[in-house]
């Protein structure tokens, strides 16, 4: 089973800051990465898939890269409403997320 | 507007059985594969099962591999699963999803739509 482990588990920024968020997987997924923003309460969304494409409606402050096993996704300038948690999802070997990055206000 | 709506969650006691439905509206329900992840109260996400759009190829996760059955019926729209000998590390909040891309092939492996899910608490 790939394992996928994101870093850090707890980011604390400000609105207007840029995030990056990390996942890496314990073997190569070629671009077969997705990452998924939850807020409390809801279902998770899609944000970006095959590593860089952002999903319908989402806004383009959101972006992906990498690919093999070191993934990134940047928020280039936070929004009040990006808080939230994070998970990224591989689906070159059935599919698993990892632990989930929050996304915290400082 | 797409909608898919779980229900069929409630309280079950260990090794016991319960059916999940997922209704599904707004899209050609038969033109996507579909599937089920899971998430336990405050943790994250697990990818439970799927199903292609027609039904013919399935998946489990090696957690729920010979307890679960994930089905569909393209005639009522609706996505199933088949719950049995229950454990207590199944409790969680199920979602079903929609697969990212239409088609009879392999599904995407990416979930745009996602239901509001529905929980299963496995308790004595």
């Known amino acids: 089973e790939i394992v996928l482990t994101q870093s850090p588990a707890t980011l604390s920024l400000s609105p207007g800051e840029r995030a990056t968020l990390s996942c890496r997987a314990s073997?190569?997924?070629?671009?077969?990465l997705a990452w998924y923003q939850q807020k409390p309460g809801q279902a998770p969304r899609l944000l970006i898939y095959?590593?860089?494409n952002r999903a319908t409606g989402i806004p383009a402050r959101f972006s992906g890269s990498g690919s093999g096993t070191d993934f990134t996704l940047t928020i280039s300038s936070l929004e009040p409403e990006d808080f939230a948690v994070y998970y990224c999802?591989?689906?070159?070997?059935?599919?698993?997320f990892g632990q989930g990055t929050k996304l915290e206000i400082k | 507007e797409v909608q898919l709506v779980e229900s069929g969650g409630g309280l079950v006691q260990p090794g016991g059985s319960l059916r999940l439905s997922c209704a599904a509206s707004?899209?050609?329900?038969?033109?996507?594969?579909m599937h089920w992840v899971r998430q336990a109260p405050g943790k994250g996400l697990e990818y439970v099962s799927a199903?292609?759009?027609?039904?013919?190829?399935?998946y489990y996760a090696n957690s729920v591999k010979g307890r679960f059955t994930i089905s569909r019926d393209n005639s009522k729209n609706t996505l199933y699963l088949q719950m049995g000998s229950l454990r207590a590390e199944d409790m969680a909040v199920y979602y079903c999803?929609?697969?990212?891309?239409?088609?009879?092939?392999?599904?995407?492996?990416?979930?745009?739509?996602w239901g509001q899910g529905t929980l299963v608490t496995v308790s004595s």
């Open positions: 999803a929609r697969d990212l891309t239409p088609g009879s092939g392999s599904s995407s492996g990416y979930f745009d739509y």
């Open positions: 707004g899209f050609t329900f038969s033109s996507y594969a």
């Open positions: 199903i292609s759009s027609n039904g013919g190829s399935t």
């Open positions: 073997q190569s997924v070629s671009s077969y």
């Open positions: 095959d590593a860089s």
């Open positions: 999802q591989q689906r070159s070997n059935a599919g698993t």
